[in-house]
């Protein structure tokens, strides 16, 4: 059963360029939810993805945005790169389609990826 | 809106000795506290979780932490590390909004363990 899954792993981008990463949900999710992780700091909430609409937003701007597609997989798109935009980026998906906490359903709140690693040059 | 603050950024330690790093967090509703583990070039793995019931919450690999409500603390513990306990520990609090939940990350707390 594979778990989350994220590509590119590694990216290199210059300032002003745009940017897309894919994630694939783990099997019989369909929530998934992005993270900035800065380096030496912990995750930061970006948004979260449900029946293909943006349910929650973290404090990032609108140059951050997502999509779902029917299957569950999500993509996130970061437009005018700026040099603080460095970071892990990491997707974790859960199970929402109840309407309940994923955790009270399942024995992990989110299922993290290993992330991709975006840098700006 | 919740937040999570982890004391010690850096906790050096030697072989076979305890540890605990702390967390503490800020919530005035029910909260669901988690501890996260990340190893280089990795993503999180959840640790260990407190939802509700028994406040000592333990895992499979010999971590422990307490839910203290009066102190508003989560702090994670280990009687003897090993070599490979060496990573980075984060602690969150789930925040729920319209249905769903997010997760709140503390800064992390960067484990060492020395031989």
């Known amino acids: 059963d594979a778990g989350v899954t994220q590509s590119p792993t590694h990216l290199i981008k210059t300032r002003g360029q745009q940017v897309t990463l894919r994630c694939s949900p783990k099997?019989?999710?369909?929530?998934v939810s992005w993270y900035q992780q800065a380096l030496g700091q912990g995750p930061q909430f970006i948004f979260q993805?449900?029946?293909?609409?943006?349910?929650q937003r973290g404090n990032f701007p609108d140059r951050f945005s997502g999509h779902q597609f029917p299957n569950y997989s999500s993509e996130l798109n970061v437009n005018a790169l700026l040099l603080g935009d460095s970071a892990l980026y990491l997707c974790?998906?859960?199970?929402?389609?109840?309407?309940?906490?994923?955790?009270?359903?399942?024995?992990?709140?989110?299922?993290f990826g290993d992330g991709t690693r975006l840098s700006i040059l | 809106a919740q937040s999570v603050t982890q004391l010690d950024s850096q906790v050096p330690v030697f072989e076979e000795a305890p540890v605990e790093l702390r967390c503490n967090y800020s919530s005035s509703v029910s909260v669901y506290l988690f501890w996260y583990v990340q190893y280089p070039n990795q993503g999180l793995q959840l640790l260990l979780k407190?939802?509700?019931?028994?406040?000592l919450v333990e895992s499979i690999n010999g971590f422990e932490a307490e839910f203290n409500k009066s102190q508003t603390s989560f702090h994670l513990r280990k009687p003897s590390v090993h070599i490979s306990d060496t990573a980075e520990y984060f602690c969150a609090v789930s925040e729920s909004q319209g249905g769903s939940e997010k997760l709140v990350f503390g800064k992390g707390t960067k484990l060492t363990v020395n031989p």
């Open positions: 993805y449900y029946e293909e609409e943006e349910r």
């Open positions: 974790a998906s859960s199970s929402l389609g109840g309407g309940g906490t994923g955790y009270l359903l399942d024995n992990q709140p989110q299922h």
């Open positions: 407190y939802l509700s019931g028994s406040t």
């Open positions: 099997s019989g999710h369909d929530t």
